[in-house]
Structure formats: C-alpha cells, structure tokens
C-alpha cells in the first residue's frame, strides 16, 4: 500500500492514492491492496477462480462485462509484448490503471530476453498489479519461432535463467503460465524442476502441449502431475466450460483453483454457476432473453463507436467465435452470423435464435468445425 508522500497523494474521500509516473503519467492507485487480495487467495482456500488472459477478447470493456455478471476472482491482462525499446501497451495498462473488476489484476508478458523482461516486470510493478506473469504457452508461430511464449518450452535452460532473474528484480508475487511442452510432454518433468527452483507464488498450467494449440484433449494428469512437484499453488486450464466440469477438473487435478477462458466468454454466468454450484444450490441457467441481452450488452459495452459499422460487426463476431458453439447443436447461428455484414444483419439473427424463454446451457456442441473456424482460437 503506497504511504501519502511527495509522489502519491490521497484523494479527498481517501479511496484512490495519485501517483505521478517518471514518465508524467498521473494514474490512481485504487486504496484496496491488490497485492494483499492476491495473496490472501493464494494462502485461502481452493476454488479460486481466474479469467484467462485472451488477445484482443478479454480486454478493459469485456472485464467491465464479466464483472457485472459475477466475475473471477482474479483477472489476468493480455500480454504486454517485450522487446528492444517496448513499451507498455496503453490500451492494456488501462486495464490495470483503470481496473475495473475490484479484484486483483495479473500483468502478463511475453518476450525471450532476460533483461528486457526484468526492466519491463520493474515498470510493471509501478503499476497497481498484484502479480506479474511470464507466458510460457503462446503457440503462434509468429512468437514462439522468436523464442518467446510456447517457444521457450525448448529451452528450459533460458526458462531457469529468466525466471532466476524475474524473482530477484521482484519483490512482487511472481507467476507463470506455462504448457505442458512443446512437442510433446516428455520433458514435463525437467521443467517443473526449474519452476520448483524460483520459488514462483503460482503456476497456471494449459494441459496442453504447443502442437496441440487449442483442440485436443487437455492432459489433466499433467496437471495433477505439477499439483505434486511444485510448491506453489496451482491453477488448472483448460476446457472448463460447465460448474459441473469445474469440479471434476478440480478433483482430477488437486489445483488450488481454475483459469477460465473460452467459456467466460461463452457463458460469462459460469463463475457464478461455479460458485452456486459449489455452495448446494441449484445452478442457474440464462434464458435465451438473457442470452440475447447479453450479445447487446457485449456490443455496447466492448464496441467503439468511433469506428465504422463493419467494424464493430466484425468486433462482435470475434465473442460470437465461442457463444456460437452454445447456441444450436447444427451451426446454424454461426453459420449465419458469420455471413452478417450490417447491425442489423446481425441483431436479426441473433434475435432468430435467441429471443426465446428456454434455458440454455452454453456448453459446446461438438459442431464439424473447419480449420480456419479456431473457435478454440487459433488466430492467437
Ligand atoms: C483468442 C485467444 C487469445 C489468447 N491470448 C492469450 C494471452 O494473451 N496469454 C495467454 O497466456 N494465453 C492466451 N490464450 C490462452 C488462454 O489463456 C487459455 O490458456 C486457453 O484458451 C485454454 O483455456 P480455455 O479452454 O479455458 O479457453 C489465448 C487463447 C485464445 C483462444
């Protein structure tokens, strides 16, 4: 908690400390202790819940969203890039200056250089962030052939010598997200050695490895595997999409809590599910009305104005990459929806499928995808 000194000032009503940044940035620093909330979950009991972090999806204005309809625990940023001369991308510090969920926000970054990473986690903590997290998972060709995200799985070598560097420089919590390999899972092992080595505060583990990108199976006894090696708390990831599969994941595995992605963007009820679940009482289902009020409120909320309707339709069809797997057992509405060109295009079909009173489950059909249909997101 920053003390009221020449750099941070309290506001009249002390809710917010003002700080002005080296670079003359002035930001507010909520009075909540991010950092303690962070480890006061971490310390608690299991169960937490995280949104995971998703490129261009799970940005300041979807975070608003997901908080109103209940909302994690714990919140992770897009990647911050890291390179020679980079600086922090405006549009996700926002996230974090301008937090707007009232619980904790994870700063994640993805790069390959150690000292570029040490000074970029430094700035980093400037910031009101209660963690900082390295990705240790990103399978696109375009980062990991850089050697950075899934790309540094290879050389675990690299990884112990980045994340020795990474504790020191903080004397914030420290996390990794982190696949179960690259090619395959055989060296699992020797890299849970080297998180074990780094006293991290947690580990993410997707149980996947960087080949199988999004689609295949997720290795759950992977995960178990690193509930057992490590001795940090450790989230599971990876195709939970129902309260129910929550708890199976979390039985499978022993992980102190989940991360959650496609299906929070899917059915951003499901925290709430989870945790009604959790306490015996009966899980609610949205309506297809709620549904339809929720594809309303994700275009005014998360779209810009400023920019011209076919952007905005284009902005929307990105969420409905996963709601549309919950809709219709045939594909139908994502059929449909992606061939949508104008607002109102694309209100009509929505209102087609959903302006109904049935409950739904939005959990995933097993619709015959193509290749370039990613819905398990692939243009990551
Ligand atoms: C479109 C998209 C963008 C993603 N961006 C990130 C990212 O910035 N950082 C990261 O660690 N993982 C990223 N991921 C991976 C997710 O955080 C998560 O690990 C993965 O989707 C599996 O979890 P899920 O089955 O709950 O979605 C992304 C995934 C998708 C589909």
């Not at 700080?19 to 002035?26: A, E, I, K, M, S």
């Not at 997901?66 to 390179?83: I, M, P």
């Amino acid at each position: 908690m920053p003390k009221c000194t020449r750099d941070h000032r309290c506001d009249p009503d002390r809710r917010h400390f003002v700080r002005v940044h080296p670079g003359g940035l002035w930001f507010t620093i909520p009075a909540v202790d991010y950092r303690e909330q962070f480890r006061t979950l971490l310390a608690g009991e299991p169960g937490i819940l995280a949104l995971a972090p998703m490129q261009e999806v799970t940005d300041w204005a979807f975070w608003r969203l997901a908080a109103r309809y209940g909302g994690a625990d714990v919140y992770f940023t897009e990647y911050f890039r890291v390179y020679p001369q980079s600086r922090l991308d405006k549009n996700i510090l926002r996230s974090i200056v301008d937090n707007p969920t009232g619980r904790p926000v994870v700063a994640q970054m993805i790069g390959h250089e150690v000292g570029e990473l040490v000074r970029t986690a430094k700035e980093l903590r400037q910031y009101p962030v209660a963690a900082v997290d390295l990705n240790l998972g990103c399978p696109a060709p375009v980062v990991y052939r850089k050697c950075a995200g899934g790309g540094l799985l290879r050389d675990p070598a690299r990884v112990d010598a980045i994340l020795g560097a990474l504790r020191e420089a903080l004397d914030i919590p420290f996390t990794v997200k982190t696949r179960i390999g690259f090619e395959s899972a055989d060296g699992f092992d020797e890299l849970l050695r080297v998180f074990g080595r780094h006293s991290l505060d947690l580990l993410t583990v997707h149980g996947r490895t960087v080949r199988e990108m999004y689609r295949s199976e997720v290795h759950y006894d992977f995960i178990r595997r690193a509930v057992e090696a490590v001795r940090c708390p450790v989230l599971a990831n990876g195709n939970v999409y129902s309260a129910e599969k929550a708890d199976e994941v979390l039985a499978i595995t022993g992980a102190h809590g989940l991360m959650i992605g496609r299906a929070a963007i899917r059915n951003p009820w499901l925290f709430h599910q989870i945790r009604l679940r959790r306490r015996g009482e009966p899980v609610l289902l949205p309506r297809g009305h709620d549904v339809l009020a929720y594809v309303r409120a994700l275009c005014e909320e998360t779209c810009d104005s400023n920019t011209r309707e076919r952007s905005q339709v284009q902005h929307l069809k990105r969420f409905m990459n996963y709601l549309g797997l919950g809709v219709d057992p045939e594909g139908g509405f994502l059929h449909e929806i992606r061939r949508a060109q104008t607002r109102a295009d694309f209100f009509a079909i929505c209102e087609r499928f959903l302006d109904h009173d049935e409950p739904m489950p939005l959990e995933p059909f097993k619709l015959s995808l193509q290749d370039r249909d990613v819905v398990g997101g692939v243009m990551h």
